[in-house]
Structures are given as C-alpha cells and as structure tokens.
C-alpha cells in the first residue's frame, strides 16, 4: 500500500512565526487531505488537495502530484494552532485514506 | 449538516468486556470508515462499507471485531472480550465518493475506549 511520511515530527514555533510541514508519499493520489487534530482528538479537516494550491486564512497548501508531495504552510501562527498535523491520502485504487505519523505543533507565547 | 456523530465519547470497561460503538454519519454519505488510533500514532484503517456492505476489512480486525451498517445508515463497531492493548480512540469517518474520484473523508469526534 501507499507510504505517507511527514517531516518534521516535532515543531516548536514562537507565536507570530511561519511554518511549514511536508508530507511525501510513495505512489500517485487522487485524494491527499490535512487534517489538524485538536487536544481533544477530533481530526478537523484543513484541506482536500488532490493537486494545487489553496488558501484559507492564515493556512495554505500546495501538492504537486507529479513529485509526489504536499506541502502545509501556516503563517503568522498562534497557540491555538498547537496540536498534530496530519496528512492522508488514498491512491487510485485504494479504497481507505492512509495517514502519515504527522507533525506535532507547539506555539508559544 | 450535522457532522458525523459517534456515541459514546469515553468508554471504560474491564478487560472481558464486551463494548459497542456507534457512529451516525453525515447524512446522504453513502461510505462510512472505522479507524483506530493509539497514542503518539496516526489513525489507522479497519473497514468500511459501502451503504450496507462491508467492503474491506484491515488485518487489525481480530474475530473479537465485529462492525455492522444494516441499513446503510448508522454504524456499530463491537468488541467481544475487550484487552489491554483494545485502548484507544475509535474514529468513525464518512465520505460521498464520485465517479472516479475517493471523495473527502469528515470524521467524528471519536469514541476514547480504557480498557482496565
């Protein structure tokens, strides 16, 4: 099955500092999504990014399907952004969302 | 929208147990997913259906696993003779897949299992 690896595994940032966090896998996708799960263990949805750029606030990514990667950016961050990032992706023939080991994030004041 | 609902949110049982969880999912989501998920870990498959049918289970589901969706609507996941190495969060996920196309999974809030 696919392979999902995300770098780096532990983050300390300071409040305000911008940040980002790769994800690689090992086969073609036509599902990549990032997740933030929350100290309370839900997985929030952040992106579905199959291919391209999105943006959504502070956050963006980018996955470039052909080099097999995606990438999260978080600017300006807070300490409410703390937590773990998660990347997941199915393959065209898979029929289950496989995640990565994710990268945990903590801001501090 | 009313998101994917699981029920209970914490369970703590003695080891032989046996323990149900159940998962309401986005309505109109034709696929539903388990997951299990221990600490420091990212989540990890364990089946799921396509309406009512189960349509792939992961090595992890021992026979003590049993999961339903009898009228592809909500779905149950037991465990029969719970063990130590049983705890940890269940999340349950849904998705509307498109011709093609594996469509995005929403999760639910997770049913946090101790098994003492």
């Known amino acids: 099955g696919i392979q999902v690896e995300q770098s780096p595994p532990d983050l300390i940032l300071q409040e305000g500092a911008n940040s980002t966090l790769r994800c690689n896998f090992s086969?073609?996708?036509?599902?990549l999504q990032w997740f933030h799960q929350n100290p309370w263990g839900q997985l929030i949805n952040l992106f579905y990014?199959?291919?391209g750029t999105k943006q959504n606030g502070r956050l963006s990514a980018t996955t470039v399907a052909t080099e097999r990667y995606s990438l999260l950016y978080i600017s300006s961050s807070q300490t409410t952004d703390s937590g773990v990032y998660f990347c997941?992706?199915?393959?065209?023939?898979?029929?289950?969302?496989?995640f990565g080991t994710g990268t945990r994030l903590q801001v501090t004041l | 929208d009313t998101g994917v609902s699981q029920d209970p949110r914490h369970k703590i049982t003695k080891r032989g147990q046996n323990v149900t969880f159940r998962c309401d999912p986005i309505?109109?989501?034709?696929?539903l997913y388990w997951y299990r998920q221990t600490l420091g870990q990212g989540p990890e498959f364990l089946t799921y259906?396509?309406?009512?049918?189960?349509?792939?289970k992961s090595r992890l589901l021992s026979d003590r696993f049993s999961a339903e969706r009898p009228k592809g609507s909500f779905s149950t996941l037991e465990i029969q003779r719970t063990e130590q190495g049983d705890s940890a969060m269940y999340l349950c996920?849904?998705?509307?897949?498109?011709?093609?196309?594996?469509?995005?999974?929403?999760f639910g809030e997770g049913s946090r299992l101790t098994v003492l």
């Open positions: 990014i199959p291919s």
């Open positions: 997941a992706a199915f393959t065209g023939t898979a029929s289950k969302l496989t």
């Open positions: 259906f396509q309406n009512e049918a189960q349509l792939e």
């Open positions: 996920a849904s998705s509307y897949p498109r011709t093609g196309v594996n469509g995005e999974l929403f």
């Open positions: 309505s109109e989501h034709n696929r």
């Open positions: 086969d073609s996708v036509n599902n």
